[in-house]
């Protein structure tokens, strides 16, 4: 069974996000969603919080498994057995940044592979900071979120 990992704060999650979980999906039996929590990152939801949206917007989704998560991910790869880890690429400037944090997940956990997958043009200008801004200015983000986030921005009364 191949196990990737697709990590991220996920604060909230966004439909580029679902959009590369479907895709790891197609490339691994079972993806795991590991929520970081990080204490340097001035979340707007818990982990708690994050973990249940993720888990709702992807619940439609085969093989996906969420778990919240803090330390190495290199560590946390080595705990779930996975071979390799999903990182979604918009441009050359993360392209850049994921390299680097490859070399350090390889360094740290040499059977570790990272996958990088470009963003669909459909999606690859969403992130968590977009949404929560275009919600925040009463803008439609029916396109940007699944209807949870909706749902719990409105409960948050961002």
Request: net charge neutral; glycine share 6%.
């Amino acid at each position: 069974m191949k196990t990737v990992i697709f990590p991220g704060s996920f604060d909230p999650i966004t439909n580029g996000h679902l959009d590369l979980i479907i895709r790891a999906s197609r490339l691994a039996d079972r993806v795991i969603v590991g929520v970081a929590k990080n204490e340097t990152k001035n979340t707007l939801f818990d982990l708690q919080t994050r973990c249940a949206l993720v888990t709702e917007a992807t619940q439609q989704i085969e093989g996906v498994h969420v778990l919240p998560f803090s330390g190495l991910l290199a560590d946390l790869a080595k705990q779930q057995e996975a071979q390799a880890l999903i990182r979604g690429i918009r441009g050359t400037t993360d392209a850049d940044y994921e390299i680097q944090l490859s070399q350090v997940n390889k360094a740290l956990n040499p059977q570790l592979e990272t996958i990088l997958l470009a963003a669909n043009g459909e999606t690859g200008f969403i992130s968590s900071t977009v949404v929560k801004e275009v919600f925040k200015h009463n803008g439609d983000i029916s396109q940007l979120a699944p209807c949870c986030v909706q749902k719990a921005l409105i409960t948050k009364q961002v």
